[in-house]
Structures are given as C-alpha cells and as structure tokens.
C-alpha cells in the first residue's frame, strides 16, 4: 500500500521507501493534464542551425600525436558527426581527411571536437573551412532526399 496524502487541491503528496531504507518523496497533480513543456534536453527539437543529412564514409582524423580511423554518420556546413572507438577530449583540435560521395576531390578539414560520447561518437565542429571543401559539402547537402515526416 502507497502512503497517499492529499497536498492541497489537485495535488497528492506521495513519500515511497526503498528496499534500502532510504525514503524519496514527491507531489503530482492530479486531474486536468497539464501542457508539456519542451524540456532543453528534448531530442525532437533540433537546435541546429545548419541542415544536417546522413553520411556514410570512412575518414581519417589526425591530432597532434594521435590518428584515427572512423565512420562519418552526418554532416553539415558546419560540422560532422563521428562513429570511432577511439575518442578524443571535447576541445581537441584535429584535421580530418575525407572524401564526399560524388566528388572527386579529398576534402581536408581543421575540426574542433564539440562533444564527445565516449569510445563511440564525437561531434566536430568545422574551424576555417576552405571556399572549395565549403561547396563540396553545400552540392553533397542539396542533392539529398529531402526526409518525410512520421
């Protein structure tokens, strides 16, 4: 049986104890739902400025003492996103060597490591990019499939 106690109008009081002997308390409102709120940690709303479309090639990212081999998963103008086991720290300058589909030309980049999921992901953000490798991208980017809405 749950300790209920009515908190004021439309609203419960609810205290559980754990197995632990620790006790956690908490209100809900009841009655009428109450609008949701978007929550800054949403993922169905994109805080992205720049269109960001799949990409699936491997590329070659090089710190100052470390290289390493990934899979690009994303990409934008302004950055990429990277599927590696081998992580680097968030702020970590690094050139990455790729090469877009349908272009002919390689494409070298100076990236800053924006954020990082450990021995998973890393997101670069794109530092000084070249008037040639920014158009490679931008023609990569507007001959993708537009995605339909669920």
């Known amino acids: 049986m749950l300790p209920l106690a009515r908190f004021a109008k439309g609203f419960v009081w609810l205290r559980l104890r754990a197995q632990n002997g620790k006790s956690q308390q908490a209100v809900f409102h009841v009655g009428k739902k109450q609008p949701e709120q ?24 090089q710190s100052a003492q470390t290289l390493i081999e990934g899979k690009a998963e994303n990409i934008s103008i302004s950055g990429i996103l990277i599927r ?8 970590e300058e690094i050139d990455i060597f790729f090469t877009v589909p349908g272009m002919t030309q390689g494409i070298q980049a100076r990236g800053r490591v924006a954020h990082v999921v450990p021995e998973a992901f890393m997101g670069v953000e794109f530092v000084n990019l ?15 499939p537009v995605p339909k809405a669920d």
């Open 84 to 91: 590696t086991a081998k992580t680097l720290p968030e702020g």
């Open 38 to 61: 978007p929550s800054q940690t949403d993922t169905n709303i994109e805080k992205r400025k720049q269109k960001r479309v799949p990409l699936d090639i491997l590329l070659h990212c």
């Open 130 to 144: 070249s008037p040639e490798s920014t158009r490679q991208i931008e023609q990569y980017i507007a001959a993708q």
